[in-house]
């Protein structure tokens, strides 16, 4: 007989012989009787060691054997309502593949301890549905590009321009020149429109920045796209119909890791098409009526977003901010003052998901906003050449995978969204 997933093992009936394979995840011991609560991928299942139906050295081991030993069982499946699942496994073999130590996470440890062992507790039941949701969100992201003719490229994370600007870029000397790790793959991306039309990338992102916040870390994953023949009004219909699709999704086919982390499948069933949209000046209005000190030209901060999707059920935008406060990139407004640009910002003070905008196709205008920044202007030059050579209208946005992941799973914190988190002063392990 062949090892079994726990998940197909809780499938069969009374008396059906079983085979599984796992790690230790809780143990009580009554002395001639071991309950081991066995955990694989897809669940967890009670195993019942009785001394009189195994081996004497198979009793032994299990007696022996700590939290997170590796074993192998074999035996016929109870009915049992008070084992989880509802069924559990009556042993005939109990065989320990690797003793554990005594495993240093207990309950009630300190988020500290907990990152100083993130390698251990990344074990955690918790963890583990976080991590599978993780990854369908990746399928369902994927399927939607599919479905919509977008092309998956694979950009460089390495760069001699620093895109957003300002001192939140690492810097490093690449072979006697200055690069620079990556905080967007959007003007490769650019590049590569002109070919293939549409395209979008998952790489990841670096940003040190100082913060502290809930919202930050210094790594994160950066899903992006980009699209040829499309203004700012249609790259936002697409945003809003990749984030319902994915929602959607969610919601019908992994309410086990919804309802294990908190979250109500029917919240995200109600997220769809259209998002209500609100421009920059009217937000200000709507926040300065509800008591913040903010002015024209200040940008949001958690508060703000917070406030400005208070009620709602799904994302909204908020479009067209001033030339100051954004990117050089992104293609002014026929008022001159503002940017053809929006930010998604979702529900419940989970605060901005996406940034996107339309480009700027005008050069001199980027050489202008570049020199304000002090930029080396020779570096953006291969840049300057998708304008020279047959430019189009064209428009592009950046997902924040983990902020996605915290909305969509209702996470406290963002470190818990990612399996090895990067944060202020936090490389290890």
Not at 14 to 26: F, H, L, Q, S, T
Not at 55 to 75: P, Q, R, T, W, Y
Not at 158 to 183: K, P
Not at 347 to 368: K, L
């Amino acid at each position: 007989m062949e090892f079994e997933k726990i998940r197909d093992a809780l499938k069969k009936k009374e008396g059906e012989p079983a085979k599984i394979r796992g790690w230790i995840y809780r143990k009580r011991s009554s002395g001639k009787i071991v309950f081991v609560v066995i955990r694989d991928s897809t669940g967890i299942m009670q195993v019942i060691v009785e001394k009189s139906k195994v081996a004497k050295e198979d009793f032994k081991n299990a007696d022996k054997a700590l939290i997170e030993s590796s074993v192998e069982v074999e035996g016929v499946i109870h009915e049992d309502e008070r084992a989880p699942g509802g069924k559990e496994i009556h042993a005939t073999k109990f065989n320990v593949i690797g003793f554990a130590k005594e495993f240093p996470i207990t309950e009630y440890q300190s988020v500290e301890f907990l990152l100083d062992n993130r390698h251990l507790w990344l074990r955690s039941r918790r963890m583990t549905e976080v991590m599978k949701l993780k990854a369908s969100m990746l399928k369902f992201i994927r399927e939607w590009f599919d479905e919509n003719e977008f092309w998956e490229v694979t950009p460089s994370v390495i760069t001699m321009n620093a895109a957003e600007g300002g001192a939140t870029v690492f810097s490093f000397d690449y072979f006697g020149q200055t690069a620079y790790l990556s905080q967007t793959a959007q003007m490769y991306l650019e590049a590569l429109i002109f070919s293939l039309e549409r395209v979008w990338s998952l790489t990841p992102s670096f940003r040190a920045e100082k913060s502290r916040t809930r919202r930050h870390l210094i790594e994160y994953w950066h899903l992006e796209a980009e699209e040829a023949w499309v203004r700012n009004e249609e790259n936002m219909k697409l945003q809003e119909e990749m984030v319902s699709y994915v929602c959607q999704n969610i919601a019908k086919r992994c309410k086990e890791q919804l309802e294990y982390l908190g979250r109500k499948p029917e919240d995200l069933m109600v997220v769809e098409p259209p998002f209500k949209r609100i421009k920059y000046k009217d937000a200000i209005k709507i926040l300065q009526d509800k008591g913040f000190d903010i002015q024209w030209g200040d940008d949001f901060g958690a508060p703000h977003e917070k406030a400005l999707a208070e009620g709602e059920e799904k994302p909204i935008f908020v479009t067209n901010f001033p030339v100051e406060s954004k990117a050089f990139y992104m293609k002014i407004s026929p008022d001159g003052k503002t940017v053809e640009c929006a930010d998604m910002i979702a529900p419940e003070g989970y605060g901005e998901i996406i940034g996107g905008s339309e480009r700027e196709d005008d050069i001199d205008s980027m050489i202008e906003r570049l020199k304000k920044d002090g930029a080396d202007i020779k570096n953006y030059e291969w840049y300057f050449d998708l304008r020279r050579y047959g430019s189009v209208p064209h428009s592009g946005f950046g997902l924040g995978l983990e902020r996605f992941l915290c909305w969509i799973a209702k996470l406290e914190h963002i470190r818990d969204a990612t399996p090895f988190p990067r944060l202020l002063r936090r490389a290890y392990p």
